[in-house]
């Protein structure tokens, strides 16, 4: 079986930046799962679809061109249909719908085998919320990464000031709490470690040391 490390946790609790540096140093497949719900967000937004309009979202959710390079001059990019859109897949509005489209059982389910399709030799690190419970429960290493909702937000302010988009910190930690919240209480897949994930707090570790305490378990 192709081996596969799976990294869930809240939202702004490092996951991304954390499975991408994995699976860089594994030259693993990368899959960014919340990624794949903000592309059908920003695909549904872009062509009008509502959120009730179930049979539509599901032949979108079959038919979306997905692309994460990890090599190459598109490395660390996000494609749909062959268009980067790494960026507008970010935004509020791609978030909120994204949220709400992970709350309908039958988009999950649509949307279960094109994750599971990443599953691909020498390996696959895969990112998200239900990696190692639902997608991947076979999976040989998995991960729960948290950091208290203050520093995440911390975190995503920093990312943000960086990109050049200005944002409040306590704006941007009420909106974190309310996905939170959401997250750990929706009715499907609610955030929940694994039976058998190994929990790392990353509230006051460097990105180094996280990758250093994965790493361990991923040799172990
Ligand atoms: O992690 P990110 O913010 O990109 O996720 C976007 C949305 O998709 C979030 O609302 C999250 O709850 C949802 N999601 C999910 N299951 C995953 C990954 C993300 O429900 N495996």
Known sequence: DVPIVTIDGPGGAG????????AARLDWHF????????????DSLEAGIAVDDLPALIARSQALQIEFPTVGPQ?????????????A???EACGARASELAAIPAVRDALLARQRAFRQWPGLVADGRDMGTVVFPDAAVKIFLTASAEERARRRHKQLMEQGVSANLADLLQELRARDQRDMNRAVAPLAPAEDAISVDTTSMDV????????????A
């Open 208 to 219: 180094e040391a996280v990758i250093r305490t994965v790493m361990e378990q991923v040799e």
């Open 15 to 22: 996951k991304g930046t954390i499975a991408q540096a994995i």
């Open 75 to 87: 490395a660390g990019e996000v494609l749909l249909n062959g268009v980067v859109v790494t960026t």
């Open 89 to 91: 897949i970010r935004d």
């Open 31 to 42: 899959l960014d799962s919340g990624a794949i719900y903000r592309l059908l967000a920003l």
